[in-house]
């Protein structure tokens, strides 16, 4: 009906949402929105102006964002800043939370009125010691005896970062196209059943085994979410639900697996599967003494190549009309339905490339565990790298970091790892609502000021509503 | 959360070029599709095959009564293959009706169809696993009651996902609105000595994992999906730490809530079967079923509840009339969460008597499942849940008694009827059309 169209226009930019939640917040208040909302205009302006209704100017973002001077722009126009300031303020609360919890710090409260700076010193000492026990356990130990001991953590952050980096891809790429992939977890789940069946259950020549469970593992994952694309291709069922229910069927399957004889460690009575063959394995890349495995550098490639799927390839383009604006990609003549079905069978296939890091890098059995909470993080990670390919990297090796760090954390300070998650939701929590980050640290009055930034939006949404 | 219909919204995956009919699907029943009375039709067959042919050829026995009832019933035996051949080609039958509608009249099959369709195929499925299992007898009280204690946080997490959803919010923070209902509701009823204390404090625990989603999703307009799975992760995160840090640190102090009592109403709690269920309940099993008949009345029966409802489905006209839709919004979710959060100090009230992390085990997400089976109406989602809990609780009694089916595989169940129900291949599953939007004036 076509007052059912008039309510669901707004509807539309779901994609757009997700990177550019603060251009919705832009409409009502236009002053408060950056120079990057202008640039967009502008972007999306001549032709398009007349029939562009404000949701099309925010889809206009789009453009925008992927031009090669976008990285510069956005970190001298506020996203930087306001990314920055997000972490800043998740890192200063979860502090605050592990203070509050400190027993030197509640006994100094006692006698607060008395000596406050007691109580203040026991407050910064006991977020302190958490964070820089968080640093040593993530990047650098000084108090290592080798130069080999002070980088072991490093290489243990990018070990934890590689499912995290390539997960996450596969939730980003899918955001691009408009799709909530909550699924990552029963992806990488898929991907870890079939490359370890075939890690330890085929005894191949070294090489052509370690590609076949490669290759297992991709397809694993890809099936998984290419189901999902189906689904919501053919039926139009929501994504959310869909993978939200895919990642409890594969979990159960998994666990019915490990009670198989297929499955099951000969002998065990614990639901874990043989070790898979050496020839299986990814090789380690700096020798022995550290985990980090091959699945580092695939994830990098990954994201080479999901950089230039998205940025330089047609279907990467499709993919984005598809996440602008499905009406007007159907209507430009783009196949939606098989867009949409592309888009979760690559974001299975990159969460398979996960799964086969557990599997073949990291753990080297399967076990119910394998996924961790990996595809959930992966949703994180990728929003709080904006769904960009790069940034969803960097957003994997800041996870890492923090996940590799809490182990030591929790060892030295008795901080328990779930700071983490906290810090985790946090940051993504402020980096989706810009605005809020900039009120806290007094950014808006100072926008307002600056006139030339702050007068154009406004006219130029007024303009585009108009 | 739109599914099948709210496709317009995604509209285009769904618009299908070969379907023009899209337009149309937003009212109701025009275009009569193949689904339905297909996969009955298949689902007959392999009750058929499964339940009827390869049937066991035992006597399965459902105890009815249990010790203490007002009068003993005998327990009912069953000959589990006669009784599966006879249910499934019943089923068979209904399907047959579905398909001739379709064929000879292009009808849509009667709402009751599915439904019938549904128990029969539940009872079906009940007598050949228990047929099939080593000790071929079982207490069908034991069961039913057992399923709706399980139903119970599901129950209540499906009500706020229907509060939420009916006012255009998408709420995938139920998980960690239970969450935080166990949580708190364990903290300060152990704190003050009084159960009732936690219960309340459940609630406001819960009313206020919604607000942070409100606010961030009304007034900072950030998608509520995202803000969902967010808070669901904070809540597990700050829960966990909290949990390890404080109540670990001094159980007795904070993590020993003590039960609320079972309140056994007197006469009416002995009647068989029913008695248990209705009359045999915690304070917060006979919340449940308040809040399921005050929300279905306050939404399908009220002023406020069409005011609600005009919001969720055409926020633009609702706002014309002058109704305050984002406030509507988040008075809304807020009233979701702390029903939610009284769901949740089922787990540490009722259930057990202690918090552990993750305690609420995934039924946010089930609560979810149950909203969208039950079509976002209260009575339906309880039913769902009933469903899910009864799933849930005979997977447990499976694993006891010993059958062919892995107990893996009933617990995967609710999971898969859902996606067939969001596939829309169980009838249609049409969502508040404004659901999952954010409305901004202008």
Not at chain 1, 264 to 292: H, V, W
Not at chain 2, 107 to 124: D, E, H, I, Q, S
Not at chain 2, 378 to 406: E, H, K, M, R, Y
């Amino acid at each position: 009906m076509s007052e059912n169209n008039e309510p669901k226009r707004p509807a539309d930019p779901d994609p757009d949402k997700i990177r550019a939640t603060q251009t919705p917040a832009g409409e009502t208040e236009p002053l408060e929105d950056d120079a990057e909302f202008v640039t967009s205009l502008d972007t999306a302006g001549g032709a398009m102006r007349p029939s562009a209704v404000p949701v099309s100017a925010q889809s206009g973002t789009l453009p925008g964002e992927e031009r090669p001077d976008s990285v510069l722009r956005q970190i001298f126009t506020g996203n930087g800043i306001v990314t920055i300031l997000a972490v800043l303020l998740a890192l200063i609360l979860g502090g605050l939370l592990i203070a509050s919890t400190d027993k030197v710090v509640a006994a100094t409260s006692t006698y607060f009125f008395a000596r406050p700076a007691d109580f203040f010193a026991a407050v910064w000492s006991a977020a302190t010691s958490s964070y820089v026990a968080l640093f040593q356990g993530a990047v650098f130990n000084p108090r290592a005896n080798a130069v080999s001991g002070q980088f072991a953590p490093l290489m243990e952050t990018l070990t934890i970062a590689t499912p995290l980096i390539t997960a996450g891809l596969g939730v980003a790429l899918a955001f691009r196209a408009g799709l909530f992939n909550i699924g990552a977890q029963g992806q990488i789940i898929m991907s870890g059943i079939l490359a370890a069946w075939v890690g330890f259950a085929l005894h191949l020549p070294v090489g052509l085994h370690l590609l076949l469970v490669l290759v297992a593992g991709v397809i694993g994952g890809a099936v998984w979410g290419g189901l999902v694309g189906v689904l919501k291709a053919r039926t139009g069922a929501h994504e959310v639900i869909v993978t939200i229910m895919f990642n409890y069927i594969a979990l159960y399957f998994l666990r019915y697996l490990l009670d198989t004889d297929l499955f099951q460690r000969p002998g065990e009575t614990t639901p874990i599967s043989p070790i898979l063959d050496p020839s299986a394995l990814y090789p380690q890349i700096f020798g022995s003494q550290y985990r980090l495995h091959l699945g580092f550098l695939l994830a990098i490639a990954a994201t080479l190549f999901v950089s230039w799927l998205l940025n330089r390839s047609t279907i990467g383009f499709e993919f984005r009309a598809v996440g602008a604006n499905p009406k007007a990609a159907l209507t430009a003549g783009i196949n939606v339905p098989r867009a949409t079905i592309l888009v979760m069978t690559m974001a299975g296939g990159l969460a398979g490339l996960a799964g086969v890091a557990q599997v073949a890098g990291t753990e080297k059995v399967l076990t119910d565990g394998v996924a961790a909470t990996y595809g959930f993080d992966a949703i994180t990670v990728a929003l709080l790298g904006r769904s960009t390919p790069w940034g969803t990297f960097a957003a994997g090796i800041l996870f890492g970091a923090f996940r590799a760090g809490a182990v030591q954390m929790q060892i030295q300070t008795g901080t328990p790892i779930d700071i983490v998650l906290v810090v985790q939701s946090l940051i993504v929590l402020f980096i989706a609502a810009p605005p809020l980050v900039r009120a806290i640290f007094g950014l808006n009055p100072r926008k307002k000021k600056a006139a030339p930034a702050g007068k154009s939006p406004k006219a130029a949404t007024t303009g585009g509503a108009a | 959360m739109s599914t099948t219909a709210t496709a317009p919204v995604p509209g285009g995956p769904q618009g299908k070029p070969e379907k023009a009919k899209e337009p149309a699907q937003g009212m109701s029943a025009k275009p009569v599709t193949w689904k339905l009375p297909v996969t009955l039709a298949v689902l007959a067959v392999v009750a058929f095959i499964f339940f009827g042919l390869l049937g066991p050829q035992s006597t399965a026995k459902f105890g009815v009564s249990s010790g203490g009832d007002f009068f003993q019933l005998p327990a009912i035996e069953v000959p589990a293959f006669l009784s599966g051949i006879v249910l499934s080609l019943v089923l068979l039958g209904l399907a047959g009706y579905a398909l001739v509608l379709k064929v000879k009249q292009n009808r849509r099959p009667p709402r009751w169809l599915p439904v019938v369709f549904t128990v029969v195929f539940v009872v079906a499925f009940l007598i050949w696993v228990v047929g099939g299992a080593r000790t071929p007898s079982i207490s069908l009280a034991g069961l039913i009651a057992g399923s709706v204690t399980l139903a119970v946080p599901i129950v209540f997490g499906s009500l706020s996902g229907v509060l939420c959803e009916r006012a255009g919010v998408v709420n995938i923070a139920i998980e960690g609105q239970l969450l935080g209902g166990a949580f708190t509701a364990a903290i300060v009823a152990s704190v003050t000595d009084n159960p009732y204390l936690g219960l309340l404090a459940a609630a406001v625990a819960g009313a206020l994992v919604s607000m942070v989603l409100a606010v961030f999703s009304i007034k900072y307009v950030v998608n509520q999906i995202i803000v969902g799975v967010v808070l669901n992760v904070l809540v597990s995160g700050l829960t966990g730490f909290l949990f390890s840090t404080v109540m670990q640190a001094n159980k007795e102090m904070f993590n020993s809530p003590g039960r609320l009592p079972i309140i056994e109403i007197p006469v009416l709690s002995s009647i068989p079967v029913l008695g248990p269920i209705l009359f045999k309940q915690s304070v917060v099993g006979y919340l449940m079923y308040v809040a399921v008949i005050v929300v279905w009345i306050g939404l399908f029966k009220t002023k406020w509840g069409l005011r609600v409802r005009s919001v969720g489905e055409h926020p633009q006209a609702a706002d014309t009339l002058g109704i305050k839709v984002n406030a509507t919004r988040f008075w809304n979710v807020t009233l979701g969460g702390a029903v939610a959060g009284i769901g949740g100090s089922f787990f540490t009230l009722v259930a057990i008597d202690s918090f552990t992390k993750e305690i609420s085990g995934g039924r946010g997400f089930i609560a979810l499942a149950a909203m969208i089976l039950g079509r976002w109406n209260p009575i339906g989602a309880f039913f769902a849940a009933l469903l899910f809990g009864f799933a849930d609780n005979l997977q447990s009694i499976v694993t006891i008694i010993g059958t062919p089916v892995p107990s893996q595989f009933m617990a995967m169940l609710p999971y898969l009827v859902t996606v067939f129900a969001v596939a829309g291949l169980v009838g249609r599953s049409r969502g508040p059309a404004a659901s999952g939007i954010p409305y901004v004036k202008g």
